[in-house]
Each structure stands twice: as C-alpha cells, then as structure tokens.
C-alpha cells in the first residue's frame, strides 16, 4: 500500500494545527480578565479583542499567537515581554533537543540492531511508553543528588556559571541564569566562534546532567524497541527458511534495518513528544535554560506569568508538530504492517 501523499499531510498537520489553537483558546479563556490585564498592561481590550464576539476573539487570539504578541512576563524566571523571553531561549531549546535526541537514537539504533543477546531475547519485552515521563525525572534526581550533591563532579543548576560568563564581553545576563551571547545566541557556538574555551568547557559542564537525564531512558527505551522490532524481522523473514546464518556478519542486516524502517519512524512521534516532557522536567530539575523552564516558570506564577506559558506551549507543541511532519512525510512511502 502506497503512502500518503504530501498534500495530505499537511493537511493533517493544518487540522492538527488549528486543533492546537482552538485548545489553548479555549484554556486561555478560562483565566480571569484581570489576571490577563497584568500580563498586557493597559492594551489587552486592543490586542486580544476582549470586548468582541467569542468568534472574533479566537482570531485575534490567533494573531498574537503568530506574531508573539503575548503581553509581558514578572516571573522568577524572565522580566520582559513574552517574546523576548521566548527569542532568548528558543536557540538553546533547539540545540539541546536536537543534540540529545539525535545522540540517544543513533546509539539505540546501534544497540539495538548489532547487540547480540538484546537481538535474540528482547521480543520477550513488553516496554510501556508512558513511564519514560517518571523515568526522566527520576534519572534527573538521581543524577543531582549522586554527580552534584554528592561527588561534586558537575554543577546542579544553570546553563553558565556567572564568575565565567562575567570574563566574556560577548556574553550578557539578564538575571536568574538568562544568558544571551552574540552573534548567534547559542552558547555552544558563539563560544567556538570567539575562541572561548572556558565557556566552551563550562557550558558542557552544566549540560551534562541535563543531558543524561534524557539521554538514559531514551536509549534504554528505543534500544529495546529496536531490538525487538529486529527480532520480528529477522525471525519472520530468515528463520522460518531454516536459515541458521548469522544476522550480523553478513547482509541480512541490511534487509532487517530496510524493514523495521518505518515501525521505528512511526516509534520515534511517540517518544519524541514524551522527551519534550521530560525536557521541560530535567530544565527545571536543574534550572537549565531553555523554553521548558519558562513554561514552568510562567504557569507556577500565574498572576503575572499565564500567557508566556500558553505561548510557550504552544512553540513547544509547534516543534512536536514540526518533527511529526518531518518523519510522515520521509516515511510516507513506508510499509503499513506492524
């Protein structure tokens, strides 16, 4: 069965997208008018519309989402407006999810197809998603308290330390760890670019227990995934025909991996957006900057804070979205059996 089409899928993806919307509309409308007059001081009536028809407003609801109009922020986290905040984090956001989230599949991938014992008994394995949420925020803990509270090895909080950043003319705080950095504001390159190899190395300091935090359960779950799905395969296609050859040594494996292709891809939607969760968990385990923190931050300090966190969300849910058409559209041809 031939996949499908493009135009298809991106209608899909716009229906998803509208859903989104009309979702955070309708939560947006259950906050008090006088807690969103805080967060758009002296404008809110003229940019969301407030006085209008409930139809009316969902557009201009719309239109701030677009344009990150989205009043301002007083929260621990971030003074400012909305999108600034957003703007600063979004880059580190980025980078971090990409990094750790491509690391921990290209060595799952590996575990998965060429560990031998993991291969042939993994089918036995019956993993549950929905526990990767608990196992990132226990990882998390456990990391602090074992490499921070305990060793000493690695710092607990912070994406910079400020006696390092304070050195660098090219990097500036905007208070509670905010840190922005020129030309690209993303920390890891801007340090490459300048020759910094004390940022260079501080900031890799305190990414590191954010990262295994997500990088553990990740591997282990896709890992195990794989190796099953590989199981499948490699019993369904070649152990039936008495062949005793090993699936390692010889090209079998090629065979297997064209195979599990796309069971892995349509895999993948569903870990990513449970790793956007635990992202948002580990940044505020360990003050890391990025989007997930300021959500955090914005929805626990709701008087002065509620709107950057459904803008928030809503940037993070449009990189789910974002990811989701990606892998539809380079596994659209893909085969439908599970």
């Given at each position: 069965m031939r996949g499908a089409k493009v135009t298809d899928i991106l209608l899909k993806y716009f229906l998803i997208f509208i859903g989104l919307t009309i979702f955070l509309f309708t939560v947006y409308k259950f906050v008090p008018i006088?807690?969103?007059?805080?967060?758009?001081?002296?404008?809110?009536?003229?940019?969301?519309?407030?006085?209008?028809?409930?139809?009316?407003?969902?557009?201009?609801?719309?239109?701030?989402?677009?344009?990150?109009?989205?009043?301002?922020?007083?929260?621990?986290?971030?003074?400012?407006?909305?999108?600034?905040?957003?703007?600063i984090?979004?880059?580190?956001?980025?980078?971090?999810?990409?990094?750790?989230?491509?690391?921990?599949?290209?060595?799952?991938?590996?575990?998965?197809?060429?560990?031998?014992?993991?291969?042939?008994?993994?089918?036995?394995?019956?993993?549950?998603?929905?526990?990767?949420l608990f196992l990132y925020l226990v990882s998390g803990l456990i990391l602090l308290a074992v490499f921070s509270g305990i060793l000493g090895w690695l710092p607990s909080h912070g994406i910079l330390s400020s006696s390092s950043a304070a050195l660098n003319g090219w990097v500036s705080s905007t208070g509670s760890s905010i840190y922005t950095t020129s030309p690209t504001n993303i920390i890891f390159i801007?340090?490459?670019?300048?020759?910094?190899?004390?940022?260079?190395?501080?900031?890799?300091?305190?990414?590191?227990?954010?990262?295994?935090?997500?990088?553990?359960?990740?591997?282990?779950?896709?890992?195990?995934?794989?190796?099953?799905?590989?199981?499948?395969?490699?019993?369904?296609?070649?152990?039936?025909?008495?062949?005793?050859r090993n699936a390692f040594m010889d090209s079998y494996t090629i065979y297997i991996k064209r195979g599990i292709r796309s069971r892995i891809f349509r895999e993948m939607k569903s870990v990513f957006v449970i790793f956007m969760g635990g992202m948002v968990i580990v940044s505020y385990i360990f003050s890391y900057m990025n989007t997930g923190e300021f959500a955090i931050y914005s929805f626990l300090n709701y008087d002065y804070g509620i709107m950057g966190g459904i803008y928030s969300f809503f940037v993070l849910a449009i990189i789910?979205?974002?990811?989701?058409?990606?892998?539809?559209?380079?596994?659209?041809?893909?085969?439908?059996?599970?």
């Open positions: 006088a807690v969103i007059k805080n967060d758009f001081p002296g404008n809110s009536i003229q940019v969301l519309g407030i006085n209008r028809n409930i139809v009316f407003q969902y557009f201009y609801f719309l239109r701030s989402l677009l344009t990150g109009n989205m009043g301002y922020s007083n929260t621990l986290f971030y003074s400012g407006t909305v999108y600034s905040a957003v703007s984090t979004i880059p580190e956001t980025l980078l971090f999810l990409g990094v750790t989230f491509a690391i921990s599949y290209m060595v799952s991938y590996f575990i998965g197809i060429y560990s031998g014992t993991v291969f042939k008994t993994a089918k036995i394995v019956n993993m549950n998603i929905f526990p990767l801007d340090s490459i670019i300048h020759g910094s190899s004390s940022i260079f190395l501080n900031f890799l300091k305190h990414m590191a227990l954010p990262f295994f935090s997500l990088f553990i359960p990740t591997t282990v779950y896709l890992g195990v995934f794989i190796s099953h799905e590989a199981s499948i395969e490699y019993n369904k296609k070649y152990m039936r025909a008495g062949i005793s789910v979205i974002i990811f989701d058409l990606f892998i539809d559209i380079i596994n659209r041809g893909g085969r439908n059996e599970i």
